[in-house]
């Protein structure tokens, strides 16, 4: 059974940055999209990055675009999000989820799901 462990989250003060990172287990790593989503509380999942199966493929939401970078390493089965210039407003659980061919913004594509790792920034 697949396996996705997040880690690398934290809490640090505003113009921080923050290198989160998932690790997919007990399944294929490729040729699947990965992704990241987080959740604020009191507020729906919402949709940060994903990147296809050739690293072509990357998509960000508005919010973190030119902050937030994703990548992936198939020789650790591992996807990475940097995050730099945080700001309060990030401060949420981040999680990782593998779909399948191509991306999505929508969290139905993704058919596993790690458990997160929080992110907390303050001012």
């Known amino acids: 059974q697949v396996r996705l462990v997040e880690s690398g989250g934290g809490m640090v003060q505003a113009g921080a940055s923050l290198n989160l990172s998932c690790v997919v287990s007990?399944?294929?790593?490729?040729?699947?999209?990965m992704a990241w989503f987080r959740q604020a509380p009191e507020k729906e999942r919402e949709f940060v990055a994903t990147i296809g199966w050739n690293t072509a493929s990357i998509d960000y939401s508005d919010s973190v675009k030119g902050r937030f970078t994703i990548s992936r390493d198939y020789t650790k089965s591992t996807v990475f999000l940097q995050m730099n210039n945080l700001q309060p407003e990030d401060t949420a659980v981040y999680y990782c989820?593998?779909?399948?061919?191509?991306?999505?913004?929508?969290?139905?594509?993704?058919?596993?799901w790690g458990r997160g790792t929080q992110v907390t920034v303050s001012s």
């Open positions: 007990g399944g294929t790593f490729s040729p699947y999209a």
């Open positions: 989820a593998r779909g399948r061919h191509g991306t999505s913004r929508h969290a139905a594509f993704y058919n596993d």
